[in-house]
């Protein structure tokens, strides 16, 4: 009976374990997580989403204090069409963080970045090249393009001498989709050096309408491996979304793909960045626990535990210090839903129509999760105190690697736990 491990992801003539850890801003795929990717051969990804807050937290830097303080004055405006990031702050932070990750890095493994092109920041192009050419300047080993069609995002970094070298990848829920990404890469007589493909159970935001439900990842991967032959193109293939046990993934490889990429069962490890309390949150879930809605401000839906503490509250929008989804006009939905709701009864505002996600997502208010989450107790122990220990990395990488039978192998059993 075959296991994942049996298969190899190749590239450049090196070969990886067929496994990702996908990316999940804003730093649940934290530091830790993706170094233990790196370490056992595999590929981890850190994502650059609001790396600014991140690394203040990290090193005590100001970043977002002195975007504030900048920006103070305009706190009570609707209109946030001056708010701006300073591109070499962007630049500063984002070098730190993937610096400081790169020299930690040890084993035969990459580190990848996941770059989402819906953090337009008030200014899409200029943040967006940034973000890219800061990591590859401090040595990222690959750079994975998420949140969008990407169109414009080859020829944003051409000029960048790292362009040819750092592994570049898409992720597509379609192959319709990749070949309009395809067509623009060529342009730049580059094509992406991997793909993924993330069908409807993913965590995070989806790439489909609130019609998910009509869509099915084998039918997509099929179609995306027939589309690369139709086209005689030799690109590995990485599914993504709902791969839960190591025999999902066999299955994935048998249909012709070159790995899988899995977030939900890492998002209740140790390495893991949410906070502990969440976790037993994200372990608890039942399946009726698990959403899909549109409170995300980026009008694309996202899948979340209905208990996540954000759906429904009626903060401030924070543009001032965050503002990472104000699009080139300086306007993201929140603040016309926010607006709304204080017009209305400025005593009480609960804003359920959307969320102010920068906010959110930084303080993991927002649990956004996979599908499969309501599965995660089969893979933890339940100790004496009625919580869940969170199982290493290691071991979760692992039971991708060796179980069979869509078996999930809970960590070795202690004296302590019941
Ligand atoms: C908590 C969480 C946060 C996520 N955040 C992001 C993100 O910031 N950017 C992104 O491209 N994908 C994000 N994803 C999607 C994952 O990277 C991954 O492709 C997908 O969830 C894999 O499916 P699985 O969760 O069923 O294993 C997120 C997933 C989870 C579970």
């Not at 590859?136 to 070298?165: C, E, W, Y």
């Not at 592994?167 to 395809?182: D, E, P, Q, T």
């Not at 993924?196 to 099929?222: C, N």
Request: hydrophobic content about 40%; glycine content about 8%; some cysteine.
């Amino acid at each position: 009976m075959k296991k994942l491990d049996d298969y190899r992801l190749q590239f450049d003539g090196r070969d990886y374990l067929p496994i990702m850890i996908g990316g999940m801003g804003v730093d649940i795929s934290a530091t830790g997580l993706a170094l233990a990717a790196a370490r056992l051969g595999g590929i981890g990804h850190i994502s650059d989403a609001m790396l600014p807050t991140v690394v203040d937290q990290e090193r005590r830097t100001s970043f977002v204090r002195d975007k504030l303080q900048k920006y103070k004055f305009n706190v009570a405006s609707a209109d946030k069409s001056m708010v701006k990031f300073d591109l070499d702050a962007l630049a500063s932070a984002t070098r730190l963080h993937v610096d400081s990750v790169m020299e930690a890095k040890k084993g035969d493994g990459m580190v990848f970045l996941n770059c989402m092109e819906k953090l337009t920041m008030n200014n899409p192009l200029g943040t967006l090249k940034t973000r890219l050419e800061s990591a590859m300047d401090s040595g990222i080993d690959g750079i994975t393009l998420s949140a969008g069609l990407h169109l414009g995002t080859f020829s944003l970094i051409k000029d960048h001498p790292r362009f040819h070298d750092v592994k570049l990848g898409i992720i597509v829920s379609s192959a319709r989709a990749l070949n309009l990404l395809l067509k623009k890469a060529a342009r730049t007589q580059r094509l992406p050096d991997y793909i993924i493909v993330e069908g409807p159970l993913a965590g995070g935001h989806l790439g489909f309408g609130m019609d998910w439900a009509d869509y099915d990842l084998k039918t997509i991967v099929a179609d995306v491996v027939a589309f690369l032959a139709e086209k005689d193109l030799d690109i590995p293939v990485i599914a993504a979304g709902g791969v839960f046990t190591g025999t999902d993934a066999v299955e994935y490889m048998e249909l012709g793909c070159s790995g899988v990429q899995c977030a939900t069962r890492f998002t209740i490890t140790r390495e893991c960045g949410l906070p502990g309390p969440v976790k037993q949150e994200y372990v608890k879930a039942v399946e009726e626990d698990i959403v899909v809605n549109m409170i995300s401000p980026t009008g694309y839906p996202m899948r979340m535990l209905q208990q996540s503490p954000a759906i429904g509250s009626g903060i401030r929008p924070n543009c001032e210090a965050y503002g990472y989804l104000l699009d080139k006009n300086g306007h993201c939905d929140y603040i016309d839903a926010y607006n709304a709701v204080v017009a209305q009864n400025p005593k009480e505002v609960k804003v359920l129509d959307k969320t102010c996600l920068c906010t959110a997502m930084r303080r993991f208010k927002v649990w956004t999760c996979g599908h499969y989450t309501y599965r995660l107790k089969d893979t933890a122990n339940l100790l004496a105190d009625g919580t869940y220990e969170q199982p290493p990395a290691e071991h979760v990488l692992r039971d991708y690697l060796y179980s069979t039978d869509h078996q999930v192998h809970r960590p070795p059993l202690k004296a302590h736990i019941v």
